[in-house]
C-alpha cells in the first residue's frame, strides 16, 4: 500500500515541487492545502497516513495545525518541511506532537525516507535540526529516566516496535507499554515520537547510541 499524503505550502511551487518528488508508487498525493484552516479540512476529508506541513503560513500557523491534528486525529503523523530551524521554530513543533523536522533543501532521497520512516511512527530530524536540540539540552537539566526505561527508549529510538523491545529486553509487551507511560510523563510528552525527539533535546540519548 502507498503511503498516502497531503502537503501544505502557502507557495504553489513548493506544492508542486513536493509533489514531484512524491509522485512514484511509494506514494500518493491524496490533498493540498495553502493555509493552516484548509489543511485541517484536507486532512479530515483524505485521512493521510502523514501531512507534510510548513510552518509559517496565513490562517493558521503550522505549531497550531500540529496542535489539532494530534486532538482531531491522533493517527496521522506530521513530517515538518520548513525553511527555518532556530529554536523558536523547532521546538514548538517537536512539543504539540510532529513526528519529524526536515529543512526544504533536503535531497529528494533523504526526503523520501523522512515520511517512510514518519510513517512508521519514528523521529526523523534533519542534522541542523538535531544540532539545535542539542544545543539546547546543554542549557537544560535532563528528566531523570531510569535504567530500563532509557533501555527502552533507546530501542524506540531505533525503530523498534513495543513487541521487538519485549523480546531484546525479556519482558512483556504490557510491561514496556507501562515503561513508555512513565517516560511520556517525565518527558511531558503525548507519544514515542515527542519521546524520542525530547530525549534527544535533553541528552538522554546521543546520536551515537
Known amino acids: ?20 518528488i512524491f509522485d512514484t508508487g511509494d506514494f500518493e498525493v491524496v490533498g493540498e492545502a495553502a493555509d493552516g484552516r484548509e489543511a485541517l479540512a484536507v486532512a479530515l476529508r483524505t485521512a493521510p497516513d502523514v501531512v507534510l506541513l510548513d510552518l509559517r503560513m496565513p490562517h493558521m500557523g503550522g505549531v497550531e495545525v500540529i496542535r489539532r491534528l494530534r486532538e ?32 526544504k533543501d533536503t535531497p529528494r532521497d533523504d526526503l523520501r525516507r523522512a515520511v517512510r520512516a514518519a510513517a512508521r511512527g519514528e523521529s526523523v530530524l534533519s542534522p541542523t535540526v538535531a544540532g539545535v536540540l542539542d544545543q539546547r539540552a546543554r542549557h537544560v537539566p535532563p528528566p531523570v529516566l531510569s535504567p ?15 513487541r521487538e523491545v519485549a523480546g531484546r529486553l525479556f519482558i512483556t509487551e504490557a510491561t514496556v507499554k507501562t515503561h513508555l507511560l512513565h517516560v511520556f510523563a517525565k518527558l511531558k510528552v503525548k507519544d514515542r515520537a515527542a ?13 551515537t547510541r
Open 72 to 103: 482531531q486525529q491522533p493517527g496521522v503523523r506530521v513530517l515538518v518541511v520548513t525553511t527555518f530551524d532556530d529554536d523558536a521554530d523547532v521546538l514548538p513543533a517537536i512539543e504539540e506532537g510532529a513526528t519529524g523536522y526536515v529543512l
Open 1 to 20: 500500500m502507498p503511503i498516502r499524503l497531503i502537503i501544505v505550502d502557502d507557495h504553489p511551487i513548493v506544492r508542486d515541487g513536493l509533489r514531484g
Open 195 to 207: 519521546a524520542v525527539a525530547a530525549a534527544y533535546e535533553s541528552g538522554l540519548l546521543s546520536r
Open 148 to 162: 530500563r526505561e532509557l533501555e527502552v527508549l533507546s530501542l524506540i529510538a531505533r525503530g523498534a516496535t513495543n
